[in-house]
């Protein structure tokens, strides 16, 4: 089947997860990143059972925040 | 890496700065990628979730927009980019912490003193390196 990955079409094996899309993909610090799945975002308990179907769109978002204390480069 | 911003896209990051104070600002940046250099577009200015001088986050949701505007108008997000209303333009140890993304820049405006200051840094591995950043009226070396 026809996925499409960060706007990209790839070809997907029948009953991918987004969880194994996400270690397919090697998307770096897992854990801190949010999915989008044709503009609805995923809960992360719920990568391993959601099952990607034809012409999905993906999203992969990283967390991005910080914070102003304990500045340490000079 | 190096990164070539024009002065009227820093104005406008510095306006929105000015005006979320006491509150840290941030957003996302669009822009094109021609060998080592990152040539800046487009500046998305977000929510700040955390509503915080201190800490900043961005909206998920925004995200996902602005991720969908850059990528309809050719380009792409090479980084983000927060303020820090009272502290210098240089990464805290949550910056470092918090940064996921080795392939983005993470600019950081300092409004600590009269003329505001932005700086880019990589982040990766919890190091982080600054990069060429150059401020002007038009690139300098894009044709």
Same mark, same amino acid.
């Given at each position: ?74 | ?43 998305? #200015? &977000?929510?700040?979730?955390? %509503? @915080? ?6 909206? +998920?949701? $925004?995200?996902? /927009?602005? !991720? ?7 380009? #792409? &997000?090479?980084?983000?980019? %927060? @303020? ?6 240089? +990464?805290? $140890?949550?910056? /470092?912490? !918090? ?27 919890? /190091? ?16």
């Amino acid at each position: 089947m026809k996925i499409v990955v960060t706007g990209i079409e790839k070809q997907a094996a029948e009953g991918l997860t987004i969880a194994q899309l996400i270690a397919d993909e090697n998307v770096e610090s897992p854990a801190y990143v949010t999915v989008s799945l044709n503009d609805t975002f995923v809960e992360q308990g719920a990568f391993p059972h959601t099952v990607l179907h034809e012409g999905d769109s993906v999203e992969f978002l990283y967390f991005m925040g910080g914070g102003r204390p304990y500045a340490i480069h000079q | 890496m190096r990164i070539e911003l024009r002065r009227i896209d820093f104005d406008a990051m510095v306006a929105y700065a000015q005006a979320q104070l006491p509150n840290e600002a941030c957003g996302l940046i669009g822009g094109i990628i021609c060998g080592k250099t990152k040539y800046v577009k487009k500046i998305y #200015q &977000l929510t700040n979730l955390d %509503h @915080s001088p201190e800490h900043f986050s961005l909206d +998920p949701k $925004e995200q996902l /927009i602005a !991720l969908k505007d850059a990528r309809s108008g050719g380009l #792409q &997000l090479i980084g983000n980019w %927060h @303020s820090h209303p009272s502290t210098p333009a240089r +990464p805290s $140890e949550e910056d /470092i912490r !918090l940064a996921f993304d080795p392939t983005a820049s993470y600019l950081i405006l300092s409004l600590a003193a009269e003329k505001p200051t932005l700086k880019s840094f990589c982040i990766t591995g919890g /190091i982080a390196a600054a990069e060429d950043l150059v401020i002007d009226n038009e690139y300098r070396t894009l044709g």
